[in-house]
């Protein structure tokens, strides 16, 4: 059966959108290898990539957001330019690149999160019964933040000094996540800090830590499901999809169950729950890779949501204007979204990627 028999049409259902979605087309990228990691232009892993001996003589990926994917066999950088994605090949660099993102003391599977002067890591491994859809019942049971100050000038060689934090999740909590996203809800020029806690008998909810009076806490978290006390909710997206000039937290919970997407909205210190659909699914049970979904900026410069269908073998694109969850599109993947979804480019040469379960990459024109 030809490709594009399987693929089901883009609705343009979304009356307030500048310019209506084409059908969709969907290739594999000619890879070479199976991947089994995938990180998109906004991990550590990315910021990093340019600087490896085996990016370091691309001119051309300078300044370019990147995706990095590898496996037992290859690994490879993924740029877009003018609409087409180049694959260039990393070698044995992807064994470094994976090291860049651990954090020290961090539990295992971990990523470091880092924004200027601050990093978080997931710390103080804690076995959790019950809360095992990342493939381990090993949790962290503290963030710990450190933040860097600035060196006064002319001091000579010195340490950069910093300062410790640590947030404990609480009496019987962890956070069931493997990465403290910092990402600044409130804008006041300090990021908080967006990650999942799961508390006895109350299911997950989303933590946001922040800093107030100069103490790092759990600042606001969304509230538990009352019918459903063993779920777990994954992080999504991070962007001002309502248009307000702040950023929302879109998440879905039970992505095992009935993948209820949700928006969030920090206002003070309280989470407000502004949109809400089921039927999307942003994680592979048992695996610990949870970046199933992608914002970007649709043709109106609006933020669009990229994110798999319950099943996770199609990809939707969402709106969310008016605070109503829209989907203005779907298009079928040749198999199972697994280990990550991207966007690179942006208007007419937008392109998302995504890892599917059997270790390709697909490439999907909007």
Partial sequence: MRLSAILLPFAAIAASCSAALAEPSVEILPLGFAASEFRGPGSRVAAVAASTDALRGEASVRDTPLVLVW???????????DGAVRAIPLGRAAADLAAAERGRDAIAGSRLAA????TATLTDPTPSDGRDALGTSVHARAVTVIERRPVVAGAGATAVPATR???EAGAGAVFADREARLVDLDRDGTPEIAVTVSRPDQGSSLAILAKRDGVWRIAAETPPPADRPASWLNPAAFADFLGTGRPQSALVRAPHGDGMLQLWSLEGDRLVLKAEAAGYSNHAPGRDAQDLAAAFSGPDGRFRLAVPSLDRRALAILSFEGGQVRELGRGALPGAAASGV???GEGAGLRLLVGLEDGRVALVRP
Avoid: C, Q
Wanted: cysteine-free.
């Fill in 115 to 118: 924004s200027g002067p601050l």
């Fill in 165 to 167: 934090a640590r947030i």
């Fill in 71 to 81: 496996g037992r066999e290859g690994g490879a950088a993924l740029a877009a330019r």
């Fill in 342 to 344: 991207a966007a690179l």
